[in-house]
T-cell receptor
Framework: DADVTQTPRNRITKTGKRIMLECSQT?????MYWYRQDPGLGLRLIYY???????NKGEISDGYSVSRQAQAKFSLSLESAIPNQTALYFC??????????????FGPGTRLTVL | QKEVEQNSGPLSVPEGAIASLNCTYS??????FFWYRQYSGKSPELIMS????GDKEDGRFTAQLNKASQYVSLLIRDSQPSDSATYLC????????????FGKGTHLIIQP
């Protein structure tokens, strides 16, 4: 079984619709992250969370919101999707041990297309 | 602005040769450095982590770190066609637990 799962894996939606992408992990890690990947721009951080009471904005948080429902679940929402949010979205986790120095492990990704 | 720079490639290497991938970073406070491999349409897979100056070897992979020059490299020995992928350099700026800063990746092609 995969350690980090994301649903859905593919989604096509229309401009203005609300979309939620979900991430679950069985690794027991406290830290969870959302990134988006665009061709030519690389991976960029959207939001991250250290526990259910701690949410932090990343480099490109505008137009997105998140919810940390439990240690193992971290959801990303697009309140009103727009075409330039078309991208590949990845969830990642890391463990709070000094020896790991923030090694991050990625889920399989969600390919989102906004028409 | 914290940046990680990589040559986008493509870098073409004959099968069995050594592939050398390079990365520079701007934040001198960075404490940890990572190489991820990403096949087309797939997620990044962590292949090497390095925290101290010098070399770190794992199988056919060697990561090299020079903090004074703000330079990280990845060597792949005995390159195989299955090594063909995009290699992402990532840096943990400031040594905290915030998100990683990624380079745009180098596309590596191993020619049979």
């Amino acid at each position: 079984d995969a350690d980090v799962t994301q649903t859905p894996r593919n989604r096509i939606t229309k401009t203005g619709k609300r979309i939620m992408l979900e991430c679950s992990q069985t690794k027991g890690h406290d830290r969870m992250y959302w990134y988006r990947q665009d061709p030519g721009l690389g991976l960029r951080l959207i939001y991250y969370s250290f526990d259910v009471k701690d949410i932090n904005k990343g480099e490109i948080s505008d137009g997105y919101s998140v919810s940390r429902q439990a240690q193992a679940k971290f959801s990303l929402s697009l309140e009103s999707a727009i075409p330039n949010q078309t991208a590949l979205y990845f969830c990642a986790t890391s463990e709070p041990q000094a020896s790991s120095y923030n090694e991050q492990f990625f889920g399989p990704g969600t390919r989102l297309t906004v028409l | 602005q914290k940046e990680v720079e990589q040559n986008s490639g493509p870098l073409s290497v004959p099968e069995g040769a050594i592939a050398s991938l390079n990365c520079t970073y701007s934040d001198r406070g960075s404490q940890s450095f990572f190489w991820y491999r990403q096949y087309s349409g797939k997620s990044p897979e962590l292949i090497m982590s390095i925290y101290s100056n010098g070399d770190k070897e794992d199988g056919r992979f060697t990561a090299q770190l020079n903090k004074a020059s703000q330079y990280v490299s990845l060597l792949i020995r005995d390159s195989q066609p299955s090594d063909s992928a995009t290699y992402l350099c990532a840096v943990n700026p400031g040594g905290g637990a915030d998100g990683l800063t990624f380079g745009k990746g180098t596309h590596l092609i191993i020619q049979p």
